[in-house]
């Protein structure tokens, strides 16, 4: 399966790498995208499996990621790695049709929480 891991910090993308590997997911193609217009295309081009999403990003937001996917018909398994995880957020990523939302500080075994209901 390919998981496609949007985050503007070039850290935070390799630390949720290393979750997903120490989740045990390591085996799965996982790519990288350093905002959400960068990711539109690549989601275009190759349609991963699972994408993992900061909310606040330049150039286009989470939210503003997975709108674009919602008009362009194209439907990943999608949700949110971020910092904040209040209430207001929760209801626009369901409202939007995340399937999920992980606050940071996160652990190998909340990745498996939400992921293995899509990768195992």
Not at 66 to 77: R, S, T, V
């Amino acid at each position: 399966m390919d998981i496609l891991v949007v985050d503007d910090s070039t850290a935070m993308r390799m630390i949720v790498i290393k979750t997903l590997r120490e989740a045990g997911y390591g085996g799965h193609d996982i790519t990288q995208a350093a905002d959400g217009a960068l990711a539109l295309e690549k989601i275009k081009e190759s349609e991963p499996d699972v994408v993992l999403c900061d909310w606040n990003m330049p150039n286009m937001t989470g939210p503003e990621l997975l709108a674009a996917l919602n008009d362009e018909g194209i439907k990943p398994k999608f949700g949110f790695v971020t910092t904040e995880g209040t209430d207001a957020m929760r209801e626009k990523a369901d409202e939007l049709g995340a399937r999920f939302v992980i606050t940071k500080p996160f652990t190998p075994e909340s990745f498996k929480a939400e992921l293995d209901k899509y990768l195992a």
